[in-house]
């Protein structure tokens, strides 16, 4: 899998959720689904690069594209960088209830997006509850036009 292209495909859909969010009023699930997904990013992030910082406890809603950037960025530097030797080194890290866990690089990478993945489907749920139009973020479109 190419992780470069997931994270720009990341990247992209987050854009358009932001976006997205900049057309509606303000819902407080929404914001907390989008600073989480953002959070965690940056955790996973300072994870692999073995950099021990804490939980992004940041949630101000207007800070979150610069997160969405800056995020994105380091992503893909640091997928830049890594060789397949690389990505098959397992990591050491503690879960936020201090518990230490193994996992391979690339499986981090695929959890990362994955996870955004996630979130990012139960935003557009939330807008479907309160009626807000929602827009296409699927891979399959991204790649169709964007990609």
């Known amino acids: 899998m190419k992780f470069q292209e997931l994270n720009n495909y990341d990247f992209w859909a987050n ?25 965690a990013s940056e955790l996973w992030y300072w994870r692999l690069v073995r950099d021990p910082r804490p939980w992004n406890e ?5 800070l ?5 950037i800056d995020i994105s960025q380091k992503l893909n530097d ?10 098959e080194e397992f ?8 518990e230490v866990k193994q996992a391979k690089r690339q499986d981090v990478l695929h959890h ?12 557009l749920m939330r807008w479907s509850e309160i009626n807000v139009q929602r827009p296409s973020i699927d891979y399959i479109y991204y790649i169709s036009n964007y990609a």
């Not at 640091?78 to 990505?87: E, N």
């Not at 994955?114 to 489907?121: K, L």
């Open 15 to 39: 854009k358009v959720i932001l976006e997205a969010m900049a057309h509606y009023p303000r819902d407080s699930k929404t914001d907390a689904l989008l600073h989480h997904v953002l959070s």
């Open 58 to 62: 940041n949630d101000n809603p207007l």
């Open 64 to 68: 979150f594209s610069s997160r969405a």
């Open 78 to 87: 640091f997928i830049g960088r890594q060789t397949t030797a690389g990505l």
């Open 91 to 98: 990591i050491t890290f503690k879960t936020l209830i201090g």
């Open 112 to 123: 990362i997006f994955n996870h955004a993945t996630h979130h990012r489907a139960q935003i």
